[in-house]
Structures are given as C-alpha cells and as structure tokens.
C-alpha cells in the first residue's frame, strides 16, 4: 500500500525533471509564414486531407489538397459527386477520356469547354500569347454567329484591336469572305439606334499618306463591291468622308449614283426658278476652314446656309464635328451642315438650256435684222 501511495509523488518528480515535449500542430492553410517559396507536407495517409502547403512570405497556401472536400488552388481526385461551391477548382477524372474541372455549380469538361462556360472574370486580365499565333475554328456552324461579343452596360469601346509596331503596313482588322452566294461579306457593320448621330462602320487614319477604311475587291468576275454601304436614316449618310487634304475624298473614278427611272416616281421637270434665277442667287467664296489642321489653304465652294434657301434639295446633315481652334481649345459642331457640289450640275444645265433658248431667241433676232439690214442696203445701192 505504502508504494501505491508514493507512485503518483514518484511520477510528478519524474515528469518534474524529464518534461515529454509536446508535439507541434501541423500547419493549417492561412497560418503565417516567412521564407518565400518554402513547401511543406500535411497530413498522410493516416490524416486526411493530405496538403501541399507553399509560403507566399507571409502564410501558407494550400496548392495541393488529395481529399474528398475542402478548397484549394488545385484539388485532384476522381469524385463521383456533384459541383458544389465547396469543391470549387477541383480536378476530376471522369474514367473514360477527359478531365472536369468544378467552376463551383457544375463539372465543366477540359476537353470540350465552350467559351461561354468559362467563369467570368473578377479582375482584368491580360494575355500574352509572345509568338504563338492562335486559330478558332467553328466547322460545325451554318447560320448561327461563331463568336459573339455583347454588353448592356458599355458606353466606350466593346472590342479594339490595336497594332502599335511603328513599321507595320498590315491591317489590324482583316476579314475575307470566300463564299460565292450573293451578300458575301469580308467586314459587316451595322448600328441599330434609331436617335443621334452613329456609325455602322467608322474609320479613322492619323497617316497623312493613310486610310481610315481601305476597301478592295479582288474578284474580276460578277458584281464585286470593295465597299458598300446603305443608310436607311432620311438624313444620314451611307458613306461621309471627312479629310483634312483639300483633296482628301477622291479616287481614279468618278462617283456614279443610281439613276435608273424603275427606281423613281413623281417624275417632274425643274421650274423655271430653279434654273438660271437659282444659279445667279449663288454666292460662290473662297474661304479657310476653321479648324486648325485644315486651315492651311483657301479653298472655294459655297456655304450650306447661303444655299439652303436656293436649292434646299442641295443641302443636309454631316455628323457632329469636332474641330480644333488655333489656341488649341475644341469645339463641336452640333449637326453640321453638308452640300451635294455634284448636284449643283443640275440646274446648271437647266440655266444652260434656259441661255441656249435665250441665244437661239437671240441668233434668230441678230439674222432678221441683218437680212433688214443687208436689204436697206442693196436698196441703196439702187
């Protein structure tokens, strides 16, 4: 009895002078770290999960997690159980041919992701593909667009695709149609806002040798069309070109415009006002454009205002246009007005055949009096 009684006074001496160290708790995801890049194992096969925990310089991160649940930078595991937030980022192999991947709602295959199951961006992101050019290719699709880009809330640029090579003579956009059926089409664009001023297609070039859109057609075959364009609008544009050189809208052709009488009605001739009378009321100038970076050279031509009353069916809407005074401060010029100079042609040649009837009256006038004249004179001569 006596050493029962002195065993646990035996055994608080003895812990007294040999303490049992105590073990140290394996580091959890998120505890705190020093050494940069340091890698330590967790767990085992006696304690799940198993981890590979990286230190960032500061706490541990959870880059390798072999378990049934639980989150990290990568999971791997043939889990037959459903996508839950729980398991977002998970690695699966299905048994058969591909991978899955958990985007925390649904197992998403590697192997046939379409872009639109990917999980939206949280940050912006930036990828450099160096010097791997990429292709996509949509052979399965008829009719349905390949890719479509869409936002309700944009209000600046939804796509730019710049060049910033100095050197570069390419396109920054290229599109090439090989289709033979009618409509074929290399670049469409097309704006459905009914209000403002707005562009299907719009181009511009800070080259003073360059193009803001540059079209061709290659074919020598069929009815090709480098550009066309179509404005439903009842004061817009099909095609506005807006240049600082004098002649900065021009080509090796003349311009043609539909003229075909199956295409018109209400067929009427010009009146006597529009004519002569019109073309005298014109007040032709020479001028300097306001904005600085035109305002190099006179020019000549008429102002919109000056003829809108004259010939109104001459004059228009161009979009808004911002221009640049000499003191460098900018201006907008709100709905500026615009003049077709090529239909000024026509009641050119309506007072043109108002002087030939005014001449013919003349010439025949001139010959009676010189038959009178040449008579007076004969006479005499008697």
Sequence with gaps: MRFYALFPIFLWALLSFFPIPALA????????????GEVRQTGGPEQIPSRTLICNGT??????????????????????????????????YNG???WSFCNGTAWVSMGAAAISSLTPATAS?????????????????????????????ATGRLLSVAITTASSSSAAIYGTNSGNGYGATGVYGRT????????????????????????????NSGTNYGLYALSNSSTGYAIYCFAVNTYGCGGNRAWSSASDRRLKKEITPLGD????????????????????????????????QDVEPILP????????????????TKEVVRNAKSMSYSTVVVPLVKAVQELKIANDVLRTQNTDLRHRVERLESAEER
């Excluded at 006002?273 to 020479?286: F, H, N, S, T």
């Design 96 to 98: 058969v041919s591909t």
């Design 192 to 219: 459905s806002s009914t209000s403002d001023v707005n562009y299907g297609v719009q181009g511009h070039s800070d080259s003073p040798t360059g193009y803001g859109v540059y079209a061709y057609a290659a074919s």
């Design 59 to 92: 706490t541990w991160q959870n880059a390798l997690e072999q378990s049934t649940a639980g989150t990290s930078l990568l999971q791997i595991g043939n889990d037959a159980t459903s996508c839950t937030t729980e398991k977002l980022g998970r690695l699966r």
């Design 25 to 36: 708790a394996e580091a959890q995801p998120g505890d705190s770290c020093s050494v940069n």
């Design 313 to 328: 069916e001459l004059v228009g809407y161009g979009p808004d246009t911002e221009i640049t005074m000499e003191n460098g």
């Design 273 to 304: 006002k529009d004519g002569l009378e019109a073309i005298m009321q014109l007040r032709p100038v020479r001028y300097h454009w306001r904005d600085v970076k035109s305002a190099g050279k006179a020019e000549m031509g008429f102002i919109a």
């Design 125 to 153: 992101n930036t990828i450099n593909n160096a010097n791997y050019p990429q292709t996509w290719t949509w052979d399965g699709i008829t009719s349905s667009p390949g890719l479509s880009i869409t936002s309700s809330t």
